[in-house]
């Protein structure tokens, strides 16, 4: 690879958390010299113009969101021949902060399955205004707000930019 490695941040989102987190995942990757495209994941119609790919998507009940799933179903023989980087956006609370949270166990397959790089899971955000009927239910509750480290999701970026400079 070369320093003008063209990488494919996508993402499955309901409410733009999980994409103004690619969004800060592109942002350094341009700052270190690479060239990065954001893109909802629905609306990929093909990997094979990226030398490399991040895909994230937002938790919701355990799950990784449909968009993401779908994304890595349908582009999964391409995403296994590049380096291949997944996060996950959702706890509601600082866990993401305070340790490591696994992947679910739809993302670990794919993980194993693509030989994807690594797994991040980063907070999530759940405001007022947002969709859905479960998210109404968290936000009557008191459990909404924004739990995303912006500096952890940077320094994570970096960690992905470093790794493909090294393999330029």
Do not use: C
């Not at 799933?69 to 391409?78: K, P, Q």
Request: hydrophobic share 45%; proline share 4%.
């Amino acid at each position: 690879m070369t320093p003008t490695t063209k990488v494919l941040v996508a993402y499955g989102t309901t409410n733009g958390s999980t994409a103004q987190i690619a969004e800060a995942v592109a942002a350094v990757l341009r700052e270190r010299g690479l060239t990065a495209d954001v893109e909802a994941a629905r609306s990929v119609a093909s990997v094979a113009a990226y030398d490399a790919v991040v895909v994230g998507g937002g938790l919701y009940a355990g799950r990784w969101h449909k968009d993401a799933r779908r994304f890595v179903r349908r582009h999964g023989r391409e995403l296994s021949r590049r380096p291949l980087w997944l996060f996950s956006s959702g706890p509601l609370d600082a866990t993401a902060s305070e340790r490591d949270i696994p992947p679910v166990p739809g993302v670990a397959k794919a993980m194993g399955r693509l030989d994807a790089r690594e797994h991040i899971t980063f907070g999530g955000r759940l405001e007022e205004g947002a969709t859905g009927l479960v998210a109404r239910m968290i936000l009557r509750s008191g459990k909404g707000g924004d739990f995303r480290d912006f500096g952890a999701i940077e320094a994570w970026a970096g960690r992905v930019a470093d790794e493909l400079e090294i393999a330029a």
